[in-house]
């Protein structure tokens, strides 16, 4: 006869799965996370680039400004807004703000929350001669939610710090991203 437990095995919770259900709902939660554009750049100078000013063409409709080459991608992130990366000073509050219950606040500022494959390469977002910022756009969406397509951009951030968290078995299970507004 073969034994069988009568408790579950233990088993360790998975981080990323429950960011999963937090992100994308489950039976006790409608889901947090919504669809933005990442403006990816790419360590390549568009024609336009001039060498002898170090400067892009703002006009450029290929690069429109950024002066690199890049690719634009769907990702679902969780946007916190008024709150500068608290773990990664890049993203350093240098005004006077507006100090709320819950501390100081600045609406230049967002704290993004990403998933594990978001950046696959987030090394780099840590080095210093990092030449350009990569951009984050929040899309416009219908009465009920659903993205419009073609998509409307209605808002710029520049991500300023993309910091890696580990969890089990050294597993990345989010990306805090630290935001900084930018005109559209
Ligand atoms: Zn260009």
Same mark, same amino acid.
């Given at each position: 006869?073969?034994?069988?437990?009568?408790?579950? +095995?233990?088993?360790? !919770?998975?981080?990323?799965?429950?960011?999963?259900?937090?992100?994308? =709902?489950?039976? %006790?939660?409608? =889901?947090?996370?919504?669809?933005?554009?990442?403006?990816?750049?790419?360590?390549?100078?568009?024609?336009?680039?001039? +060498?002898?000013?170090?400067?892009?063409? %703002?006009?450029?409709?290929?690069?429109?400004?950024? =002066?690199?080459?890049?690719?634009?991608?769907?990702?679902? $992130?969780?946007?916190?807004?008024?709150?500068?990366? $608290? !773990?990664?000073?890049? %993203?350093?509050?240098?005004?006077?703000?507006? !100090? +709320?219950?819950? =501390?100081?606040?600045?609406?230049?500022?967002?704290?993004?929350?990403?998933?594990?494959?978001?950046?696959?390469?987030?090394?780099?977002?840590?080095?210093?001669?990092?030449?350009?910022?990569?951009?984050?756009?929040?899309?416009? $969406?219908?009465?009920?939610?659903?993205?419009?397509?073609? $998509?409307?951009?209605? +808002?710029?951030?520049?991500?300023? %710090?993309?910091?890696?968290?580990?969890?089990?078995?050294?597993?990345?299970?989010y990306f805090e991203v630290g935001c900084e507004k930018e005109n559209l």
């Amino acid at each position: 006869m073969q034994r069988r437990s009568y408790y579950p +095995a233990n088993q360790v !919770l998975n981080l990323r799965d429950e960011l999963t259900s937090l992100f994308y =709902g489950d039976e %006790s939660n409608p =889901g947090i996370a919504q669809t933005v554009l990442i403006r990816r750049l790419l360590d390549q100078h568009c024609a336009c680039w001039y +060498a002898s000013n170090g400067s892009p063409n %703002s006009a450029c409709q290929y690069c429109q400004g950024e =002066g690199f080459l890049f690719v634009e991608t769907l990702n679902n $992130v969780y946007i916190a807004r008024n709150f500068g990366s $608290v !773990l990664n000073p890049a %993203s350093v509050i240098n005004r006077q703000e507006f !100090l +709320a219950q819950y =501390g100081l606040t600045d609406e230049n500022r967002a704290l993004c929350i990403a998933e594990h494959d978001c950046f696959p390469n987030y090394e780099r977002y840590l080095k210093p001669e990092h030449p350009s910022y990569d951009k984050l756009y929040e899309l416009k $969406v219908d009465d009920d939610g659903v993205l419009v397509q073609p $998509v409307v951009r209605t +808002a710029k951030w520049k991500l300023r %710090s993309v910091t890696p968290h580990r969890g089990d078995g050294s597993q990345i299970i989010y990306f805090e991203v630290g935001c900084e507004k930018e005109n559209l």
